[in-house]
Structures are given as C-alpha cells and as structure tokens.
C-alpha cells in the first residue's frame, strides 16, 4: 500500500508541474498577441496613425526672405474668425511682476528696452512702438504709453516716439508684415545737428555707446530722418549696422524684432562713461572708432614724426569761423605761426563739408588751432598726442572749453594746450568799453541772464600777436618732444 501510495503522489506532482508549466506560456502568448498596446516598441506606427495624432500646422503662404529680412505676405481674414486674443496664464502660474521697459530717471536722455515681441510701426505724426508682454507677465502687466525723446538729450523739438506696452484689455498690436532676427534701434536726427558739435555729441557718439556691441547686427529706425545727416556721416552709420537704414516716420511696414532699444544713451558732453558703457567703451576707443570708419591709421605717430623728411615743418590746422568769435586778425596769426616754424594749413569747414575729405586734412596735422566753438569737434580726426589748441574767449568761458573740448580730448589721449585772450583781444572791449560790465564782471552779466548773447554770439577775437607767439612756440616744442 505504501508502495501504491508513493506511485501516485508522485504522478500527481508531475502532471501537476506541466500543468502549470504549460499555463505560464499560454499567459505570456495571450500577453504578448493579445493587447497591442504592450507589443514591441520596435514595431512602428502606420503612416495614417502618425498623421492622425501628429500636431496640426496651418497652411500658409511661404514668407520670403530678402536681406535677412523675413516678409509675411498679407492674407484677408475669415469672416467667421475672430481676432487673435493674448492668451491668459492659468491661474496655477505663479504671478511675476513686470520690470519698466522705459526709464525716464536720467537728467540727459530718455529711453525704453524690450526684450520679447515688439512691433515697429511709422507714422508721419509720431511713430509707434508696441511691446506685447510674454505669456508669464501679461496677467500682471499695465496698459502703458510713454513718449520719447529718442536723441541722447531732452531736446525740446525732436519728435517724440510713442511707446506702448499692452495688456489683455488692450487692443491688438498690428500684425507683422516683416520680420527681423536682429535687434533694431529706434532714434532721432533732428534738434542741433546742422552744428558738428552737436552732430557728435548728441548723435555720433552716443550711437557708438549704445549700438557698437551689437558688431553691427542691429538695424536702424530713424525717426524725424534728415538725408542730409545721413548722407554727410554715412561713414560712421555703416560701420555700426549692416543693414538698411530705415526713414521710419514714412516707413508703412510693421517690423516686427525681439529686441527694440528706444532711444540713445548719452552720458556727459561729446564724452563716455565707461562704467556705464557696454563693454566699457571710452572715448578714445570713440576716436579711433571713427578713424578706423574714415579709413584713416589707427597707430602711427603724429604727422611730424611720422614723416622721415628732412625739411619737413610740424603742420598747424587753424579753423576760421565765420559767425561770432571768428579771428578778425587771421592773417597776422598764421604769420606768426609760420614764423615761428609751422606750416600752416587753413580751413573754413561748410555745412556740407566733404567728411572724407576733411578728416584726412585733419589726420595730416599736428595741431589743430581754433577759438572756442564746434570747428574743434574736428579733434576726432587727429591722431593720438596730436594737440587740440584751444583759444578762450573773454568772458568767463573756460568751464565751457574744458567740459565741451579740453576734458574729451584729454580722454581721446590728446594733448592739450590753451591761450586765454585779455579784454582788450575782444571786440567786445571796443563796443562796451572798458568800464562795461561786459567788461569788468563777466559772473555779474551771467547772473543777469545775459551773458550767452553778448559772450557767445556777439564777440569777435583781436590776438595781441606779441603776447600770442610764445604759446605759438610752446605748441612747437610739445609735437618735437
């Protein structure tokens, strides 16, 4: 019996291990054939399964593209479709506050950056620009308008550009007919330009400042465009932008770019501030940024030693103004200079002066002579230790020739020497008399209010050219040093 017993038992197991032996492979068949979303990821998808989930694109027109530019062709809107609206953050988002895109704090310019989507638009009165804030701030964001001065000083008269930062109650921006994958740079070319001071100190430079780190990729927006400006200092506009220069008061586009920079950042007269600089430009690397646009030489020693000629003479540029303040003695003071061993080279630069031109008569000099006044501007041209010799008017005026020419030439690694004429070198001495508070109290009239007209736009200069010639000569002994 025990022997019948142990016979079973031991069949029992074994029909009861291929039993469940043959189960488990029945399970992982039915596993594996049964349900199709656990097959093989090896096994692809059919073409109709991956149209039918893939995401859905809209049919367009293909926008073309012409000199980086990408332009969108228009389209008639669908009579069922309803306007674009921006879309709102869920309410799970955390909300961010949005920083000001304009800054106004500045005592000289006004300005405005955006970062995102930012929509240039001309108009003939005031031209537009529209910021649309991103999706994580729009929920926060102010409906906001500013107008802006966009030259690098607040200049009463220089068309203003609208700035407008939008929000979800405010109307849609128009939409993109072009648009750019560079920055784009939205100033003015109007106010004081036709004065070449004014032309560097308010424009030219300031334009460096703000737009040189872009190594040219950043397009210009103009508004209140003056060709001539333009056209006199194309120079210095093409070594800042490679790309087309819009007017864009009469510009009908709507130019689309994911950085706009309103405005010009101008920091002190004709001068930068290299901690407030991008990449800590200064004004030297101005000058010779100007003359690397004139196509003149970056670092060769002023003219004199420069030239290897035996009989050649230091040369001495002496500007002759033609308005107030002009030498009514010129050509006693260029004989005084070729005396004392210049050569002389004279000059009376014109509104439209051939820039090219002059600025290689300039680098061709060792001094640069001339009375207080906007002819010194032509100080960009020399060359590093040439020597900006600047004749003071009577009057109270050295605050004025140091802050607008002496400081920046000492910062554009020039040299500077000056000659302060007496009362009697003035013609004012003559037409007020000696006994005139013209005269005798220059601080006395400026507290009055009325020293600009007679100091600035009625005087003339008479050198004593006795008392004149030794400066002559020092000026001589600093470009032989």
């Not at 079973?8 to 596993?31: C, D, K, M, Q, S």
């Amino acid at each position: 019996m025990k022997f019948i017993r142990k016979i079973t038992y031991t069949v029992t197991e074994t029909w009861l291990g291929l039993g469940l032996l043959l189960g488990f492979f029945l399970v992982v068949a039915l596993y594996l054939t049964g349900f199709p979303q656990f097959a093989s990821t090896e096994t692809y998808e059919s073409s109709s399964d991956m149209e039918r989930f893939a995401p859905k694109e809209e049919v367009a027109q293909t926008p073309t593209s012409q000199g980086g530019e990408t332009i969108i062709p228009q389209e008639e809107p669908s009579k069922t479709e309803e306007p674009e609206k921006l879309e709102e953050p869920k309410e799970t988002e955390e909300i961010v506050p949005m920083n000001p895109i304009c800054d106004f704090s500045d005592w000289r310019y006004d300005g405005c950056e955006m970062h995102g989507d930012a929509r240039a638009v001309g108009h003939e009165n005031n031209s537009i620009v529209y910021f649309i804030p991103p999706t994580s701030l729009i929920q926060t964001a102010e409906a906001q308008e500013w107008m802006v001065r966009s030259q690098s000083r607040k200049i009463v008269g220089i068309r203003e550009v609208i700035v407008k930062s939008l929000n979800l109650s405010s109307p849609p921006a128009p939409e993109c007919t072009i648009r750019k994958n560079v920055p784009a740079l939205v100033f003015a070319t109007n106010g004081l330009t036709f004065n070449i001071w004014h032309a560097f100190s308010d424009i030219l430079l300031p334009l460096f400042t703000t737009s040189r780190a872009f190594d040219g990729e950043v397009q210009f927006l103009i508004t209140d465009y003056q060709d001539w400006f333009v056209r006199k200092y194309n120079k210095v506009f093409k070594a800042l932008t490679n790309y087309e220069i819009i007017d864009f008061d009469n510009d009908r586009e709507v130019r689309c770019y994911e950085h706009i920079v309103v405005g010009l950042r101008g920091h002190r007269e004709l001068s930068i501030d290299p901690a407030r600089a991008p990449r800590n430009y200064d004004t030297f690397q101005f000058r010779m940024f100007v003359r690397d646009a004139y196509s003149l030489p970056l670092w060769l020693d002023i003219p004199y030693k420069a030239n290897e000629s035996l009989d050649k003479k230091p040369r001495l540029l002496i500007i002759l103004r033609g308005g107030s303040r002009k030498f009514e003695n010129a050509d006693e003071i260029i004989a005084a200079a070729e005396q004392v061993g210049f050569e002389v080279v004279k000059s009376e630069p014109g509104f439209m002066e051939d820039m090219n031109e002059f600025a290689k008569k300039v680098d061709s000099c060792d001094v640069l002579l001339g009375a207080h006044g906007a002819g010194l501007t032509n100080m960009v041209f020399l060359r590093t230790n040439a020597i900006l010799f600047q004749v003071v008017p009577w009057g109270n005026m050295n605050w004025a020739c140091n802050l607008f020419y002496n400081d920046p030439a000492r910062e554009m690694r020039l040299r500077v020497l000056e000659y302060n004429i007496t009362a009697e070198e003035s013609t004012l001495y003559d037409k007020y008399g000696k006994d005139s508070v013209v005269i005798n109290d220059p601080e006395q009239l400026e507290k009055w209010g009325n020293a600009s007209v007679a100091y600035w736009q009625e005087q003339n200069l008479r050198l004593d050219i006795s008392r004149f010639t030794p400066v002559l000569e020092q000026a001589l002994q600093l470009v032989k040093e």
